[in-house]
């Protein structure tokens, strides 16, 4: 691939709403696109320095371990939900996609698309308790009849 295509391409990665990684076999970060840096806090330098497992909850990380060594083995991945951990130590909710990274049929790495779904999350939250206050009123309704 030529400088230009190259460019093109971080342009192209730039310009997603989503979080936009790659990392090699190891877990070492090898690529975050602009919104990655942003709304994780880190510089591109800063990234490049650490694994991709740091970004995912502690209580999850396990739980990623295991699917990362899946997708090492060429299974496919599928869409998978983590807490991801800011720079500052707040958590957020996202749904991951990722994919194999080959060169010459040999696995060389990884690359995703973390979306973070925050406004979902709090929507199924609002739902939730809306339509436990329903349940209430309506099982208040009927006893009270």
Do not use: C, W
């Not at 497992?53 to 997708?71: D, H, M, Y």
């Not at 199924?124 to 009927?142: C, G, H, I, P, Y």
């Amino acid at each position: 691939m030529d400088d230009m295509q190259i460019n093109q391409n971080n342009e192209i990665m730039d310009s997603l709403p989503g979080m936009v990684f790659e990392f090699d076999t190891s877990g070492r970060l090898t690529y975050a696109n602009r919104q990655a840096l942003q709304i994780l806090g880190y510089s591109y330098d800063e990234i490049l320095t650490m694994n991709a497992l740091q970004f995912i909850s502690t209580e999850e990380r396990e739980r990623a371990v295991r699917g990362i060594s899946r997708l090492s083995k060429g299974t496919e991945y599928r869409s998978v939900a983590y807490n991801f951990v800011k720079k500052d130590g707040t958590t957020f909710p996202v749904h991951v996609y990722i994919n194999n990274i080959y060169k010459d049929e040999h696995i060389i790495g990884a690359r995703g698309l973390a979306v973070d779904i925050t406004a979902v999350t709090m929507a199924e939250s609002l739902l939730n308790q809306a339509k436990n206050q329903n349940d209430a009123l309506v099982r208040q309704t009927v006893y009270t009849t």
